[in-house]
């Protein structure tokens, strides 16, 4: 292996050697400085064919494993992790006029979410690395997932989340053994602590964009969508943006997929922000390709998950999207209600709000008439198991009898 080539700062382009840095460009700092990893693609696309994929037997994300920033195989856990579904609904695709509707399910991944592809990864940076203490601020999953990953090593975990964030979110946590912190204050509060004690305790920060190897994990969602398609990829893809990594990964794991001729074209990718929580769409609306503008705001959604006012993967996901000929929408909270309500009914998978978003940016698409004809891709980062008190408020509450069978002929 040993296949990175370089650590390359968004903004400057600055190039650095993988033991020159750890987190963020010195020049740009933490919000502007985030770093790609690049690899020797050359070389890569010699041996990464259609052939070699069709080769591999093992049905998790470590199929990518050439294009992961991993250098020693021996800390891969058994956990089965990627690899997730894709389903494709075809009346449901008529009714909104499309070519076709696919979804990818990432509740199905071993703590319920799409950042396990994440965790998964920056665990094993721990151990490469030989930290002993791992930490991150987070609105649930990405925490959930890193206590998951770090769960069976030896490393310390020490999670940062709002206070409000879901009970299931938080139960993850404890059972799988971390010490948790609920900070009074929002997200993006909570994030500059967990930042600033890493940095006090030398612990490894995991918190999203200054950690440069979870965009790695991020990608794989897009290498999976295009293989389980036979490389023939959806004309648009859907995502929930909250920080902007998620979204980043999954337009550089397209990036990535051209650049090694194993897809002819990228889809269109598009990010779907809760509008009370959309800084990184009015950033995209107001870049011209040169600067770009942030403005940080208090947000509020019912999606908490996506309910960020000081994203930090800002600067990578508005040049990405804007690289990838995407865009953004905004969806309100009754708009991301009725998209678990209708995905669950309609399709069987169960989302979180977060995990809804992206579908109840296609509804509105759709209407609109901007999808017609067109293939288009879902995708579900998060269970609807994970946030059960957000759906009680919007579906029917249960109907309470006596267990006697003239009750229940009552009800019918
Ligand atoms: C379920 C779910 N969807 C989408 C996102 C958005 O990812 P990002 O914050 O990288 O934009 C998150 C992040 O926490 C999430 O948990
Ligand atoms: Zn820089």
Redesign the pocket.
């Known amino acids: 292996m040993g296949k990175i080539n370089v650590l390359r700062c968004v903004s400057c382009k600055k190039e650095f050697s993988l033991n020159e840095i750890e987190y963020t460009c010195p020049s740009c700092g933490p919000r502007r400085g985030t770093l790609e990893v690049l690899y020797n693609y050359d070389a890569l696309k010699r041996t990464l064919t259609h052939d070699y994929f069709r080769s591999l037997e093992g049905r998790t994300m470590w199929r990518y494993l050439p294009l992961l920033p991993i250098e020693n195989r021996r800390f891969i856990q058994p956990l089965r992790v990627g690899f997730t579904p894709t389903y494709s609904f075809p009346d449901l695709a008529s009714e909104y006029g499309l070519k076709k509707l696919l979804i990818k399910d990432?509740g199905q991944n071993p703590t319920a979410?799409?950042?396990d592809r994440a965790s998964a990864v920056v665990v094993i940076k721990a151990q490469e690395k030989g930290k002993s203490v791992i930490t991150c601020a987070?609105?649930?999953?990405?925490a959930s997932s890193l206590a998951g990953f770090s769960a069976a090593t030896d490393l310390q975990t020490i999670i940062f989340v709002p206070r409000t964030a879901p009970e299931a979110k938080i139960s993850q946590l404890l059972i799988y053994g971390a010490k948790v912190f609920l900070v009074d204050g929002s997200y993006d509060v909570a994030y500059d602590l967990a930042a600033e004690a890493a940095e006090a305790f030398g612990w490894y920060n995991r918190s999203?964009a200054v950690n440069p190897y979870l965009v790695e994990g991020?990608k794989t969602g897009a290498l999976e969508l295009a293989e389980q398609l036979d490389w023939e990829v959806p004309d648009v893809v859907l995502?929930?943006?909250?920080?902007?990594?998620?979204?980043?990964?999954i337009c550089k794991g397209f990036d990535e997929l051209l650049r090694l001729d194993l897809i002819e074209r990228v889809p269109q990718v598009i990010g779907v922000q809760a509008q009370g929580s959309a800084p990184?769409a009015t950033a995209f609306e107001r870049y011209n390709g040169n600067e770009i503008v942030i403005e940080d705001i208090h947000a509020h959604t019912v999606?908490d998950?996506?309910c960020?006012g000081k994203?930090r993967?800002i600067i990578k996901?508005v040049t990405y999207v804007a690289r990838n000929g995407g865009h953004f929408v905004r969806v309100s909270d009754e708009e991301i209600e009725e998209a678990i309500l209708t995905m669950a009914k309609q399709t069987g998978v169960f989302?979180?709000p977060?995990?809804a978003?992206p579908f109840a940016g296609l509804v509105k698409l759709a209407a609109k008439g901007e999808l017609s004809g067109k293939s288009a891709a879902v995708m579900v980062?998060?269970s609807g198991l994970?946030d059960v008190a957000a759906v009680r408020k919007i579906v029917q509450a249960p109907i309470e009898i006596e267990p006697l069978l003239d009750a229940v002929r009552e009800h019918l």
């Open positions: 990432d979410s799409y950042k987070s609105t649930g999953n990405a999203a991020k995502v929930g943006v909250g920080d902007g990594s998620v979204i980043s990964g990184i999606a998950s996506i960020v994203p993967d996901a989302a979180e977060a995990g978003a980062t998060g994970k």
